[in-house]
């Protein structure tokens, strides 16, 4: 894992999305956010969980899709928080909720979940950018501070 004392931004963040296009597309936007940091996925709800708690809840950011196989999004979530309660003392992860199914899923339901925020796909570069800034602006602090001494 990469170092994280200098660079906040440098850990993991985790893809929570049963289709390939979608990761490879989240993928993308973090790795141009976040070049330092590791970028990890999940196919369902389940192995999401599963891999929070094999990374000692050191996750950074979720992205979480609702609508998965196995375990949709919003389980997982009320999971991911239920296990963080009986480990306190850790930063909660920022978990985002990303979907396209807005007819079936409702912002009240993802926050009553446990979830931080909600997006809707499809989403844009500077969406997420404002959103996870808007959550950990930390995360945003040594990148910009390489974009000013470009200048």
């Known amino acids: 894992m990469k170092n994280t004392k200098d660079n906040p931004a440098a850990g993991v963040m985790l893809i929570a999305d049963d289709d390939p296009g979608n990761v490879f597309l989240f993928n993308t936007m973090l790795n141009r956010m976040f070049p ?4 990890i996925s999940a196919e369902n709800g389940q192995r999401a ?19 998965m196989p196995l375990m949709d999004g919003l389980e ?7 296990l963080e309660a009986e480990n306190p003392g ?9 979907t396209a199914s807005i007819a ?3 912002e009240d339901s993802c926050l009553d979940a446990g979830m931080d925020d909600f997006i809707e796909k499809p989403l844009t570069f ?3 950018k404002g959103l996870i ?6 995360l945003f602090v040594s990148s910009e501070i ?5 200048s």
């Open 90 to 98: 850790r930063r909660g992860v920022l978990i985002i909720a990303v």
């Open 104 to 106: 079936v899923f409702s």
């Open 126 to 128: 500077n969406d997420l």
């Open 76 to 82: 997982a979530t009320r999971r991911i928080r239920a």
């Open 49 to 67: 969980v599963d891999l929070v708690v094999e990374h000692n809840f050191n996750i950074l950011l979720l992205l979480m899709d609702l609508n």
């Open 133 to 138: 800034k808007k959550h950990r602006p930390e």
């Open 146 to 150: 390489k974009e000013t001494t470009r």
């Open 36 to 39: 330092e940091a590791t970028i």
